[in-house]
């Protein structure tokens, strides 16, 4: 099955700056969410991305999908300490199951 | 606000001990699936359910089986729990096909 990839795998910035991270799949898709994971907890969903999408905002948090380059980028502006947890890229397979391929996860760190 | 409960947050079990972990959503959704989650592997589908008495075989079901006898419970069994089958455990449901996928808080296993 296919998997999204992200990168970089770990990430430590300051309060205020921008945390961008980037998600690779190998195949096509109908479309790509991001999940964020607070430690030891559940993920929570952030976004969903259509194939026929480029860009998506949302608060904060800025999606693009490149599906020529098979990529997609989570841009979370002006961080906060309460960003700090584990990022993960999710991708749906094209023949329409209803499976998601789960990334191995962007952890990041913001500094207060 | 869809509501995913999992009954335990954390449980300690012996080394062939029949477990349970159960998993109940409060939205009527359809769809319902388990995960486990594990340092630098990232989520790996178990099983997933499409409706009541329903199964599918995840990416890595073995040792593992289900059961959905109803529609906002689904349980994952253990049959005889190993120490391999320590880990966190993510329960999700999604109201349809590609949808976003809403997790419960996470069950962490540890089997010695």
């Known amino acids: 099955s296919q998997q999204g990839e992200e990168d970089p795998q770990a990430l430590s910035i300051q309060e205020g700056e921008n945390a961008t991270m980037n998600c690779s799949y190998k195949t096509s898709i109908n479309n790509l969410q991001w999940y964020r994971q607070n430690s030891g907890r559940g993920l929570v969903h952030l976004i969903l991305?259509?194939?026929?999408?480029r860009e998506k905002h949302s608060g904060r948090l800025r999606v693009t999908l490149d599906t020529s380059k098979k990529s997609s980028s989570l841009l979370i502006t002006a961080s906060r300490a309460a960003d700090t947890a584990s990022y993960f890229c999710?991708?749906?397979?094209?023949?329409?199951?209803?499976?998601?391929?789960f990334g191995k996860g962007n952890q990041v760190v913001v500094i207060p | 606000d869809v509501k995913v409960t999992q009954s335990s947050r954390y449980l300690v079990k012996r080394t062939g001990e029949k477990v349970f972990l159960e998993c109940v959503q409060d939205?009527?959704?359809?769809?319902m699936f388990w995960y486990r989650q594990d340092p630098g592997l990232g989520l790996r589908l178990i099983y997933f359910s499409y409706d009541v008495k329903m199964k599918e075989k995840g990416d890595i079901p073995e040792g593992y089986s289900v059961s959905r006898e109803k529609k906002e419970r689904f349980s994952l069994i253990l049959e005889s729990a190993s120490t391999n089958q320590t880990s966190m455990y993510l329960c999700a449901t999604n109201p349809g096909l590609q949808e976003t996928q809403y997790f419960g808080p996470g069950t962490r296993l540890l089997v010695l």
């Open positions: 999710a991708t749906d397979a094209w023949d329409g199951n209803n499976r998601l391929a």
């Open positions: 991305i259509r194939s026929n999408e």
């Open positions: 939205m009527d959704h359809e769809n």
